[in-house]
């Protein structure tokens, strides 16, 4: 089994930059891919990125293209979500999981997950 932990959210202006982690235990996070999701206030779940076991391969959802930025490193067990040009549309609970493969994350088929973080940004 694995855990997951999330952090790195908080209050930030809009234009402003967040860089949130997941770290992992209970087994290497390099076992599997992994992805980033959100849910926003009376929204559903929603793909915000996913990465490949060996960190090569990423994917991303098309509202956040060209602004946020998924990396790993495996030696630390970590995952990475780096936020830039935040807006007020981008204030959602940020969330890890872990998938069977970067096509699984896409459809949002994760099967650990993390409890979230809290990412608000004001106008």
């Known amino acids: 089994q694995v855990q997951l932990v999330e952090s790195g959210g908080g209050l930030v202006q809009a234009g402003g930059s967040l860089r949130l982690s997941c770290a992992a235990s209970?087994?290497?996070?390099?076992?599997?891919?992994m992805g980033w999701f959100r849910q926003g206030p009376g929204k559903d779940r929603e793909f915000i990125a996913s990465i490949s076991v060996g960190g090569i391969t990423t994917q991303y959802g098309d509202y956040v293209k060209g602004r946020f930025t998924i990396s790993r490193d495996n030696a630390k067990n970590t995952v990475y979500l780096q936020m830039n040009s935040l807006t007020p549309e981008d204030t959602a609970v940020y969330y890890c999981?872990?998938?069977?493969?970067?096509?699984?994350?896409?459809?949002?088929?994760?099967?650990?997950w993390g409890q979230g973080t809290q990412v608000t940004v004001s106008s």
């Open positions: 209970g087994r290497p996070l390099s076992a599997y891919a």
């Open positions: 999981a872990t998938g069977s493969s970067m096509f699984a994350l896409g459809r949002g088929n994760g099967d650990y």
